[in-house]
């Protein structure tokens, strides 16, 4: 079973409750945090750790409950002069319309993005979401 490892946090402005979750790979989630708290000044709370697996993983992954249904969007996006970049995003599932037209203001060009995927699957919350231990 394919399983990515993730981290569930929350973010929101310093004067407003950080009630938005964001699922990030746990491979990027420093350089995306100090991207968010630095350079968009949010504030990001209450990490976790867990695991997303795909839903086409079979009955093993749906057995593990609690889930949270988060999609999964892979993309190329070339650049001028560019090979092109893989881009692979999470998205909470009830949110995802409004989430993904923010995130995609990033890339506004449609023609430098390619081979766009969606991908559904579940981040295992519950027992298995432990805090993230910061140094």
């Keep these: 079973m394919e399983k990515i490892e993730m981290i ?23 350089m995306w945090r100090f ?10 709370a209450r990490p976790g750790v867990s695991v997303w697996v795909a839903e086409d993983q079979g009955e093993a992954a749906l057995a593990l409950r ?21 881009v692979v995003r999470y998205f909470p599932e009830d949110e995802f319309d ?12 449609d023609e430098r993005m390619h081979e766009l995927s ?3 699957g579940f981040f295992l919350a519950g027992e298995r979401c432990r805090p993230l231990v910061e140094a």
């Design 8 to 30: 569930r946090c929350f973010v929101g402005r310093a004067d407003q409750p950080q009630n938005q979750v964001r699922f990030i790979p746990a491979d990027i989630f420093e």
């Design 35 to 44: 991207l968010m708290e630095r350079v968009h000044h949010l504030v990001v």
């Design 66 to 86: 609690p889930l949270e249904p988060v999609v999964e969007i892979r993309f190329r996006y070339h650049d001028m002069g560019e090979v092109g970049r893989q």
């Design 98 to 109: 409004e989430v993904f037209t923010a995130f995609r203001r990033h890339f506004p060009d």
């Design 118 to 120: 969606r991908r559904r």
